[in-house]
Structure formats: structure tokens, C-alpha cells
């Protein structure tokens, strides 16, 4: 009886065991389903991802995001085959952001910018930074490897010099990636916001050099009075405002926490000479990066119109939210903080993200390897 006993409690339990391993079977197949369906399409794109900060690293976290959500830039990366896949060599920072952008688009968790930083040669990333700086150093290591991210953002400038007294006009072609516009107001009122627009006005009027601003004339091979023009002989796709918040004083920097006003839409003249009549060009504004604090340190966060539901998004490192509807109605938004600007094109091409299905074979195997690779790592964890 005891042998019986023995038996029938070494069955349950069997029996047991084996439904535990048929519930962990079925459990692990509909994850599986689950997963692959997340996989194949991008994620809901109603609650974008954050980033994780390493530290001070909010600079690069708000300019990533922008960027990510820069109209035709992903689109772009995701169809660029970097060049160590081509012709032997490490990868360089378009796979690097190319990895970072499949986690923002097909992700769960906020990822890390960690190999971004270790490309762009950060070693320190408790030392906070500049976006304006970060935003030239990383389009520019961009540039070295593919020449049409990099033409997104370049601007083609003329300086036209021309001495008073001879009429010798003197051409300083200029190539930037991005406008740094002064936001003192020339005749100072303390009620009224500085707009994006004045500023851009002040920029492109012509200025009077005389006295200690006098320029050397070849011509004339003497310091003449002379008047100093600039214009936009080509406007790139995507147009980068600095606000100059930073300006010398005394012995050190200062920051300017002066109210700007920024319009969503942008007019800028292009020409290809300064008598010609200029064509202009529509802007809208789709991104702004803000600083909080002062010359010794602070804190960016990002605020971004997505071109997939035309809703305004605040992105604060790992944490993102939609900004309240009323916002999104505004024409103009008047900020103290408005640090970095991003305007597209109006008649440029506004793509959705491209389905895994579009893209080429070299994208859709990273974007299989970067996701098996985090899914392991969440597993490990
Ligand atoms: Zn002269």
C-alpha cells in the first residue's frame, strides 16, 4: 500500500511538472509572437522612447532627438550602408546612431548613448556641454563617412564686402551648418519678446564699417569705410538657429536669459548675388532644444512637433510626454530658454518612418542583430 501511496504522489507531482512546462511552453510562444509582431513594425509611435543620461549627457540626449525626429535624416541613415561594411575598417558613428535609432523606433526601454559617446570620443561624460557644439562635432564626424546626411544642414553664405570709395566688392564665400542669430535688441525694450524674425532681419541687413571697423582695400591699399552684406546663396533642408545666449562680459561668459520669440513659420530670402531678387524659402519649426541654468552648468531638454501626428513632444532624458493640445495651436512660442533651433523646409518631402519591408537587406539584418542583442540583454538582466 505504501509502494501505491509512493507512486501516486510521484505521478501528481510528475503530472504537475509537466503542466508547468506546458503553461512555460505556451507562455514563451505567445511572447514569441508578441515579440516578432513588435519586431516587424515599428513601435507605437503615440509614446516615443527616451534616453537614458550617463550622466550630464543631456546635450547630446535632446540633440539625438531632434535629430531622430528631424524630417528625412532617419530615413536617410536607414538607407546608408556604412563604409566599414564596404571596405574594411571599425564602425563609425552612422552605425552607431543607425543601432541607437532601431532601439528608438523598435525598442521597449529607453536606451543608452554609450557607444555614441565612445564614437564622438566623449570621455567624460559628467562634464556638461554644449548642444551648439556637440550638434557641428557629431554632423561633421557624420560627414566624413556619408555626404548627403551632411548636405541636410548646410548653408551656403556669401559675405559681400564693398569699399565706399572705389566700389571693389569683395566675395567671402561661407559654408556653416548652423546660423547663430544675436538676440540683443538693437533699440532695448523691456516689455516685447526679441522675435526669431528681427533677429534674422538684423542678420541680413547691410552694415556700415567705418571708423574703428574700417576695412583694408586692396585696391585702394589703404583702411576705407565700407559697407558688409550678408546673403544665402543656397538654404539647406534643414535649417540649425543658434541663439547667441552666450556673450563675453567684462573677463568671462555670461548668459543671456532674454525672452525670444520663436514663429513656427520662417520666412529666409536666398539669392544668388545681392542685386538679383531673392526667392524665399519657408520654414517650419519643428524642434527646439532649451538650456536651463547658467555658463557653469544646467540641464537640455527637447521640444519636438513629430511629423507623424504633427503633436508637439517634450523629451527630458529617459522621460517624454506629449504637450498639452493648446500648445500645439500656438503660431509662436516665447521662450527664455530657447537655446537651438530646427526648421525644415516647408516644400521638402515630410516622410512617415519607413516600414522594416522598405528597407535594404544590410538594415533589416541589423535591426534583427540590434534587437536580438537587447532582448538578451534584458533577459541577462
Ligand atoms: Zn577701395
Given at each position: 500500500m505504501r509502494g501505491w501511496g509512493r507512486m501516486w504522489i510521484f505521478g501528481s507531482c510528475a503530472v504537475l511538472a509537466l503542466l508547468c512546462l506546458y503553461q512555460c511552453y505556451r507562455k514563451r510562444k505567445q511572447r514569441k509572437i508578441l515579440d516578432a509582431k513588435l519586431r516587424n513594425s515599428p513601435r507605437n509611435r503615440s509614446a516615443y522612447l527616451g534616453l537614458r543620461n550617463q550622466g550630464s549627457t543631456c546635450y547630446l540626449n535632446s540633440l539625438l532627438q531632434c535629430l531622430f525626429l528631424a524630417p528625412n535624416f532617419t530615413n536617410i541613415l536607414f538607407n546608408y550602408i556604412p563604409s566599414h561594411f564596404r571596405i574594411w575598417g571599425q564602425p563609425g558613428i552612422v552605425y552607431q546612431l543607425q543601432k541607437l535609432f532601431i532601439n528608438l523606433q523598435y525598442g521597449r526601454t529607453a536606451p543608452s548613448t554609450q557607444e555614441i559617446t565612445d564614437s564622438l570620443g566623449?570621455?567624460?561624460?559628467?562634464q556638461p556641454q554644449d548642444v551648439e557644439k556637440y550638434f557641428r562635432h557629431l554632423v561633421n564626424k557624420i560627414g566624413e563617412e556619408s555626404g548627403e546626411i551632411l548636405q541636410l544642414f548646410v548653408l551656403d553664405m556669401v559675405h559681400c564686402i564693398r569699399c565706399e570709395r572705389c566700389d571693389k566688392k569683395t566675395i567671402l564665400p561661407n559654408c556653416m551648418l548652423s546660423l547663430p542669430l544675436s538676440i540683443q535688441q538693437p533699440h532695448s525694450s523691456l516689455t516685447d519678446a526679441f522675435s526669431v524674425k528681427d533677429a534674422l532681419d538684423n542678420f541680413l541687413k547691410q552694415k556700415e564699417l567705418t571708423g574703428e571697423n574700417k576695412c583694408y582695400c586692396d585696391l585702394c591699399e589703404s583702411k576705407q569705410d565700407a559697407s558688409s552684406l550678408f546673403y544665402f546663396k543656397y538654404l539647406p533642408k534643414i535649417l540649425v538657429i543658434i541663439l547667441k545666449r552666450y556673450e563675453f562680459y567684462n573677463t568671462s561668459f555670461r548668459k543671456l536669459h532674454d525672452k525670444v520669440s520663436v514663429p513656427c513659420e520662417l520666412t529666409v530670402p536666398q539669392s544668388s548675388s545681392t542685386e538679383e531678387n531673392a526667392i524665399q524659402c519657408m520654414y517650419n519649426l519643428f524642434a527646439i532644444c532649451h538650456h536651463h541654468g547658467g555658463v557653469r552648468g544646467g540641464h537640455y531638454v527637447a521640444e519636438i512637433n513629430s511629423f507623424e501626428d504633427n503633436h508637439w513632444y517634450h523629451f527630458n532624458d529617459a522621460a517624454v510626454c506629449k504637450i498639452i493640445?493648446?500648445?500645439?495651436?500656438?503660431d509662436t512660442k516665447i521662450s527664455d530658454t530657447a537655446y537651438l533651433l530646427m526648421y525644415h523646409q516647408q516644400n521638402a518631402h515630410i516622410p512617415s518612418f519607413l516600414e522594416?519591408?522598405?528597407?535594404?537587406s544590410y538594415m533589416q539584418n541589423l535591426i534583427d542583430e540590434t534587437l536580438r542583442r537587447c532582448e538578451n540583454h534584458i533577459f541577462l538582466v
Amino acid at each position: 500500500m505504501r509502494g501505491w501511496g509512493r507512486m501516486w504522489i510521484f505521478g501528481s507531482c510528475a503530472v504537475l511538472a509537466l503542466l508547468c512546462l506546458y503553461q512555460c511552453y505556451r507562455k514563451r510562444k505567445q511572447r514569441k509572437i508578441l515579440d516578432a509582431k513588435l519586431r516587424n513594425s515599428p513601435r507605437n509611435r503615440s509614446a516615443y522612447l527616451g534616453l537614458r543620461n550617463q550622466g550630464s549627457t543631456c546635450y547630446l540626449n535632446s540633440l539625438l532627438q531632434c535629430l531622430f525626429l528631424a524630417p528625412n535624416f532617419t530615413n536617410i541613415l536607414f538607407n546608408y550602408i556604412p563604409s566599414h561594411f564596404r571596405i574594411w575598417g571599425q564602425p563609425g558613428i552612422v552605425y552607431q546612431l543607425q543601432k541607437l535609432f532601431i532601439n528608438l523606433q523598435y525598442g521597449r526601454t529607453a536606451p543608452s548613448t554609450q557607444e555614441i559617446t565612445d564614437s564622438l570620443g566623449i570621455n567624460n561624460v559628467h562634464q556638461p556641454q554644449d548642444v551648439e557644439k556637440y550638434f557641428r562635432h557629431l554632423v561633421n564626424k557624420i560627414g566624413e563617412e556619408s555626404g548627403e546626411i551632411l548636405q541636410l544642414f548646410v548653408l551656403d553664405m556669401v559675405h559681400c564686402i564693398r569699399c565706399e570709395r572705389c566700389d571693389k566688392k569683395t566675395i567671402l564665400p561661407n559654408c556653416m551648418l548652423s546660423l547663430p542669430l544675436s538676440i540683443q535688441q538693437p533699440h532695448s525694450s523691456l516689455t516685447d519678446a526679441f522675435s526669431v524674425k528681427d533677429a534674422l532681419d538684423n542678420f541680413l541687413k547691410q552694415k556700415e564699417l567705418t571708423g574703428e571697423n574700417k576695412c583694408y582695400c586692396d585696391l585702394c591699399e589703404s583702411k576705407q569705410d565700407a559697407s558688409s552684406l550678408f546673403y544665402f546663396k543656397y538654404l539647406p533642408k534643414i535649417l540649425v538657429i543658434i541663439l547667441k545666449r552666450y556673450e563675453f562680459y567684462n573677463t568671462s561668459f555670461r548668459k543671456l536669459h532674454d525672452k525670444v520669440s520663436v514663429p513656427c513659420e520662417l520666412t529666409v530670402p536666398q539669392s544668388s548675388s545681392t542685386e538679383e531678387n531673392a526667392i524665399q524659402c519657408m520654414y517650419n519649426l519643428f524642434a527646439i532644444c532649451h538650456h536651463h541654468g547658467g555658463v557653469r552648468g544646467g540641464h537640455y531638454v527637447a521640444e519636438i512637433n513629430s511629423f507623424e501626428d504633427n503633436h508637439w513632444y517634450h523629451f527630458n532624458d529617459a522621460a517624454v510626454c506629449k504637450i498639452i493640445e493648446e500648445e500645439n495651436l500656438l503660431d509662436t512660442k516665447i521662450s527664455d530658454t530657447a537655446y537651438l533651433l530646427m526648421y525644415h523646409q516647408q516644400n521638402a518631402h515630410i516622410p512617415s518612418f519607413l516600414e522594416k519591408n522598405q528597407l535594404n537587406s544590410y538594415m533589416q539584418n541589423l535591426i534583427d542583430e540590434t534587437l536580438r542583442r537587447c532582448e538578451n540583454h534584458i533577459f541577462l538582466v
